[in-house]
């Protein structure tokens, strides 16, 4: 006989599959073209039970993105305690990764339109999480090159578009772009930063 879920486990369930719905219709209609309801009826629940776990959609959009956030940080530091090589652990996970790389691309497609789409001065979940994950690679560029935060900004402001550059790359022609051909990528950026923080200014 199945265990009983406790009130706790039931609403982190619920909370799941409310999510995983959520990613589901976004990529397919759009965040503007998906209502309540239809994330609701995708998870097998009510309106009632959207509204019991998230204020609006924007919460829900946040709570969508801070997940995958929190799954990647935690994906790449497993990697990272496995492997003796941290680029190794970082090429690694990108190979996992680019198995989804489709289904994350057209959902971060529709985040950034609903993000232009809104009117002046109502910032989107994703703008923070942008936000978040340039902040992350800024602190790894400063460690890496033996420089401040200030000077890492911009390296790793290049960085991270050249990941949604190769993301797209890779989804489009998946037969020539290599599944970590982002990892090349923020070698090559770091080996010139490297060269160009031990050269004199002229």
Do not use: N
């Amino acid at each position: 006989m199945a265990r009983r879920l406790s009130r706790r486990e039931s609403q982190e369930l619920t909370r799941s599959r409310l999510l995983a719905a959520a990613a589901e219709v976004f990529a397919e209609v759009g965040v503007a073209g998906a209502s309540v309801e239809r994330i609701a009826d995708r998870a097998g629940y009510t309106r009632g039970a959207f509204y019991g776990h998230f204020a609006d959609k924007d919460a829900l959009v946040a709570a969508l993105l801070a997940a995958r956030t929190r799954r990647e940080r935690d994906e790449v530091a497993e990697l990272a305690e496995a492997e003796d090589d941290p680029w190794e652990a970082l090429r690694a996970w990108h190979r996992t990764r680019s198995a989804h790389v489709e289904e994350w691309l057209a959902l971060r497609l529709e985040l950034v339109r609903d993000a232009l789409q809104r009117t002046p001065g109502r910032r989107s979940p994703l703008a923070d999480r942008e936000q978040f994950a340039r902040e992350a690679l800024t602190g790894a560029v400063a460690h890496e090159l033996g420089i401040d935060a200030t000077e890492a900004s911009f390296p790793a402001l290049v960085i991270h578009a050249l990941e949604d550059g190769l993301a797209i790359q890779r989804a489009l022609d998946p037969e020539s772009i290599p599944a970590d051909a982002v990892v090349a990528a923020t070698e090559l950026i770091l080996r010139g930063a490297r060269r160009a923080t031990q050269q004199p200014e002229r």
